[in-house]
């Protein structure tokens, strides 16, 4: 049954005034049969609203909406039961063109027949909706998870807390004494980690289990099994989101030997130093002779492509706290600090100053280049490029190495590799195949066993190591995601942080696990496409098995049967639609996005014949950064050329080749895609969208040559959300590129 559609113009914002609605409203009834056409001068005032709404009281089930663009006012244009189509005359036409202008004019009546045409076809989606467990699994019993624990459970929520160590508290449970986080920032304050390891043992919503491991994690958020291993006995439980906070572990110092670790017992670490802060007494490893002359080296192996390229940012006020304390145990003790730089943000900055003010304590900036061992047991520290300008030494009793922190995580695509290629041995494979595995297993064996998560996910059984090692998403806006839905880093395995704030980090990374099984229950998606109620639909009878959908896939929805066809884990997706453009078969679907939506879409845009010689140009945009600085040139009245019309897509990822095919064939003359910046710095809201186009570039090109066909009528560029005012020239160029080619030869066949 057809659904009805009706179509409403908005004349608000210029656009009446700008375009002819007669000339609209014939296109909507003569070309597509609508019955029902109406105009206002104010869509999106009450009687505007209000008008619509007892349309669809009345029937209509699919009401296109003609106004400002569907970044705007979606509460007032959102009715209960039906699905609104937006069509964007006001960002897209009036705003960016030129007025009462016949191209302005086909303009505006190509996006209302796109608009009319994806009514038709798109569906409202009926959200995934199973059974939801609401508990909340926090791997580790450090500062982080200790806080999101305690969190999540005040919010009522039931909690899990895994800890492999046989007791919680983590780190700070070892430190006798931890930075200033207080006013006035100058005095250090007794650790509270045994207050918080009692709060939590007293919880009733939070169950701990402390000797434990993970053995293995299947299922989807709101449905996550948990098979748990103490003491040799097995345990399973299930939970709807996870937390994890592993922690960090300190940067391997034998690798610093020219610092002189290993070659004398009295160059130590300074998580060796804390635990000697705590007994009480500091002295010498080689002898037990008090140290009295310490020498601190910062950024040990820390800021240093040899080694940790990144600051691990708390280093310098962890030296400043220890310095403070060998003064306060021994006030002969000196302290010679030799850093890079010193880095105490904010208020630290008092905690600097106070250390500074001690006459005990001395800071120089400096390069260290060696440590040498004099005599029996005596050091001698050697450094240039200090603020004398010239090279010094230091004597010293003890030195301490400022280790950076590294992440307690597992590069999960690295350990997937790994198993593979252990079964590919296994096997008894031959030939050059077996020798690839064995080389993987040399490569990799490292990781055997340490897997933390154990997901039963076919891209790899832990979060993806990115940056540094780190799991974390590296957005500045969508901190604690990972690439994998539902479960979120937190603490210093997600980076570098002091107690403070990762108490802070455990909080937020709650509220996310919160936020994710209450989106599970209803069914919604999570970041990006918060509230989205679709979800992919595979038709697998078509399916071959080609794996391209699992394996790029950049969040590990789908996993594989025994025969390689794909497996839905519906609620793991972020309905980015990456798999649907990967798929050759076009067997991938959403209800309101599809092959067959977009692909109407492009051929219901009038094309004119080779005699009229006006180009026609298709534009697909990232919906993330590309559309919505389209809005923002609009915003700002860029004029940019007519030829073009644009499709917002959901990721870059997602378009599949058919509608460049599709496009070329009916006509147009050129394509534009564009999508978000990829890179060590990407900023694509579903990581490898720009990238996986690239990639697929090659099979454009290819179909280019099978239509023989210049390779630049299609232009693939990248650009961030703030480059709207480089949108229109990237526009404009391409549309006098595509003048300068001609038109397509297939126009008009």
């Known amino acids: 049954m057809e659904k009805t559609v009706a179509v409403y113009l908005c004349r608000g914002c210029g656009i009446g005034a700008s375009l002819d609605l007669e000339a609209l409203r014939t296109v909507a009834t003569d070309e597509f049969g609508v019955a029902q056409c109406r105009d206002h001068p104010c869509l999106?005032?009450?009687?505007?609203?209000?008008?619509?709404?007892?349309?669809?009281?009345?029937?209509?089930?699919?009401?296109?909406?003609?106004?400002?663009?569907?970044?705007?006012?979606?509460?007032?244009?959102?009715?209960?039961?039906?699905?609104?189509?937006?069509?964007?005359?006001?960002?897209?036409?009036?705003?960016?063109?030129?007025p009462n202008d016949e191209d302005t004019q086909m303009l505006a009546e190509d996006y209302l027949r796109m608009g009319i045409v994806r009514a038709q076809k798109a569906e409202l989606p009926e959200p995934f909706q199973e059974a939801i467990d609401k508990t909340i699994l926090v791997v580790g019993g450090g500062v982080s998870g200790m806080t999101a624990a305690l969190d999540a459970a005040r919010a009522g929520y039931q909690i899990v807390l895994v800890e492999k160590e046989p007791q919680l508290g983590g780190w700070m449970a070892k430190f006798s004494r931890q930075i200033p986080h207080r006013p006035p920032y100058r005095d250090l304050e007794a650790s509270d980690a045994a207050a918080q390891v009692a709060e939590v043992q007293g919880h009733d919503r939070i169950t701990v289990h402390t000797g434990t491991v993970i053995e293995r994690i299947t299922g989807q958020p709101g449905q996550f099994d948990v098979t748990l291993r103490t003491n040799g006995t097995s345990s399973a439980c299930r939970v709807g989101s996870i937390v994890q906070a592993t922690g960090w572990?300190?940067?391997?110092?034998?690798?610093?030997?020219?610092?002189?670790?290993?070659?004398?017992?009295?160059?130590?670490?300074?998580?060796?130093?804390?635990?000697?802060?705590?007994?009480?007494?500091?002295?010498?490893?080689?002898?037990?002779?008090?140290?009295?002359?310490?020498?601190?080296?910062?950024?040990?192996?820390?800021?240093?492509?040899?080694?940790?390229p990144y600051c691990s940012a708390v280093c310098c006020r962890v030296t400043i706290k220890q310095a403070l304390l060998a003064r306060e145990l021994d006030p002969e003790t000196e302290a010679y600090v030799l850093y890079k730089d010193i880095r105490t943000p904010?208020?630290?900055?008092?905690f600097y100053r106070k250390a500074q003010e001690d006459p005990g304590i001395f800071f120089t900036k400096a390069e260290v280049v060696g440590v040498d061992v004099v005599g029996d047991h005596d050091l001698r520290v050697s450094a240039e490029n200090t603020l004398l300008g010239k090279?010094?030494?230091?004597?010293?009793?003890?030195?301490?190495?400022?280790?950076?922190?590294?992440?307690?995580?597992?590069?999960?695509?690295?350990?997937?590799?790994?198993?593979?290629?252990?079964?590919?041995?296994?096997?008894?494979?031959a030939g050059a195949q077996l020798e690839t595995a064995q080389a993987t297993v040399a490569e990799l064996q490292h990781l055997d066993g340490t897997a933390i998560l154990n997901l039963d996910y076919r891209q790899g059984p832990d979060l993806p190591a990115l940056r540094h090692?780190?799991?974390?998403?590296?957005?500045?806006?969508?901190?604690?995601?990972?690439?994998?839905?539902?479960?979120?880093?937190?603490?210093?395995?997600?980076?570098?942080?002091?107690?403070?704030?990762?108490?802070?980090?455990?909080?937020?990374?709650?509220?996310?696990?919160?936020?994710?099984v209450e989106l599970a229950e209803r069914g919604?998606?999570?970041?990006?496409?918060?509230?989205?109620?679709?979800?992919?639909?595979?038709?697998?009878?078509?399916?071959?098995?080609?794996?391209?959908?699992?394996?790029?896939?950049?969040?590990?929805?789908?996993?594989?049967?025994?025969?390689?066809?794909?497996?839905?884990?519906?609620?793991?997706?972020?309905?980015?639609?990456?798999?649907?453009?990967?798929?050759?078969?076009?067997?991938?679907?959403?209800?309101?996005?599809?092959?067959?939506?977009?692909?109407?879409?492009?051929?219901?845009?009038?094309?004119?014949?080779?005699?009229?010689?006006?180009?026609?140009?298709?534009?697909?945009?990232?919906e993330n950064d590309a559309y919505p600085s389209l809005d923002t040139a609009a915003l700002r009245r860029h004029q940019y050329s007519a030829d073009i019309r644009f499709i917002p897509v959901r990721c870059l990822g997602s378009v599949n080749i058919v509608w460049i095919a599709d496009a070329l064939s009916r006509g147009y003359d050129g394509i534009l895609l564009i999508g978000c910046k990829s890179g060590d710095d990407y900023q694509c809201h579903f990581i490898r969208g720009s990238e996986l186009m690239q990639t697929r570039s090659s099979n454009i090109r290819e179909k280019l040559k099978q239509l023989a066909l210049e390779e630049e009528r299609v232009r693939l560029e990248q650009l961030s959300i703030a480059d709207f005012d480089r949108l229109p020239e990237i526009i404009n160029e391409f549309a006098e590129q595509i003048t300068e080619i001609g038109l397509n030869p297939f126009k008009g066949s």
């Not at 904010?346 to 008092?350: N, R, V």
């Not at 802070?504 to 990374?509: F, N, P």
């Open 44 to 98: 999106c005032g009450a009687e505007g609203r209000e008008l619509i709404r007892q349309d669809v009281l009345a029937g209509v089930q699919a009401p296109v909406v003609a106004a400002c663009s569907p970044r705007f006012m979606t509460e007032i244009f959102t009715f209960d039961g039906c699905r609104t189509e937006r069509v964007s005359l006001r960002e897209q036409v009036v705003w960016t063109h030129t």
């Open 391 to 429: 090279q010094i030494q230091v004597e010293a009793d003890l030195v301490v190495l400022a280790t950076g922190m590294v992440p307690v995580s597992t590069d999960g695509e690295a350990l997937r590799r790994y198993n593979d290629a252990c079964a590919v041995v296994a096997k008894g494979e």
């Open 469 to 516: 090692e780190f799991p974390d998403s590296h957005f500045i806006c969508f901190p604690y995601e990972t690439r994998r839905t539902g479960i979120y880093a937190a603490g210093c395995v997600r980076g570098p942080l002091d107690a403070q704030l990762a108490r802070e980090d455990g909080a937020g990374a709650a509220l996310k696990a919160i936020q994710a």
């Open 524 to 622: 919604s998606a999570v970041h990006p496409r918060w509230g989205d109620m679709s979800y992919p639909d595979f038709f697998l009878q078509r399916c071959t098995q080609c794996k391209r959908c699992t394996e790029e896939c950049p969040f590990g929805t789908l996993n594989e049967d025994a025969k390689g066809t794909p497996q839905l884990n519906s609620i793991r997706c972020r309905r980015c639609g990456i798999c649907l453009g990967a798929c050759p078969e076009r067997i991938i679907s959403f209800k309101d996005y599809s092959v067959d939506i977009i692909s109407s879409m492009i051929k219901a845009v009038h094309i004119p014949d080779e005699f009229e010689e006006k180009p026609r140009l298709l534009g697909l945009l990232c």
């Open 346 to 350: 904010a208020q630290y900055e008092d």
């Open 249 to 308: 572990k300190p940067y391997d110092a034998t690798r610093l030997g020219h610092l002189g670790y290993g070659h004398s017992p009295n160059v130590i670490t300074n998580v060796q130093m804390e635990a000697m802060l705590a007994s009480g007494k500091i002295t010498r490893p080689a002898d037990g002779k008090p140290a009295r002359r310490i020498a601190f080296i910062q950024c040990a192996g820390s800021r240093d492509q040899n080694h940790l």
